[in-house]
């Protein structure tokens, strides 16, 4: 569905390769709230909380899915979107 890009207020913003091997400052912009994540082995984990984007060395995205969290090696993520809701 979505291939190396992210969304940020309405513009693409294209990752640096297709994979993420490092705390981008894009994605910390996505904290707080819901998201579509794609992995690199092409897998999606919809409609989800970015709880936190990774601090002080920690290289993994903190998600809330149905009430779990869940935590994302950023070696695993190749993509993250904002969710569209509907109003």
């Known amino acids: 569905m979505w291939c190396g ?7 693409q913003t294209p990752w640096r390769g297709g ?3 490092g705390r981008d400052a894009t994605i ?13 082995d092409g897998s999606q984990i919809g409609d989800c909380e970015l709880v936190s ?13 149905d009430g779990a969290d869940l935590f994302v090696p950023l ?8 969710a569209v809701t509907s109003a």
């Open 19 to 21: 994979v993420m091997t």
């Open 28 to 40: 910390e912009r996505l904290e707080g709230r819901h998201v579509n994540v794609t992995l690199a």
């Open 53 to 65: 984007a990774g601090h002080h060395a920690v290289a993994s995205l903190w998600l809330c899915a």
């Open 5 to 11: 890009v992210a969304v940020l207020s309405g513009r």
């Open 75 to 82: 070696i695993e993520v190749s993509d993250v979107r904002e």
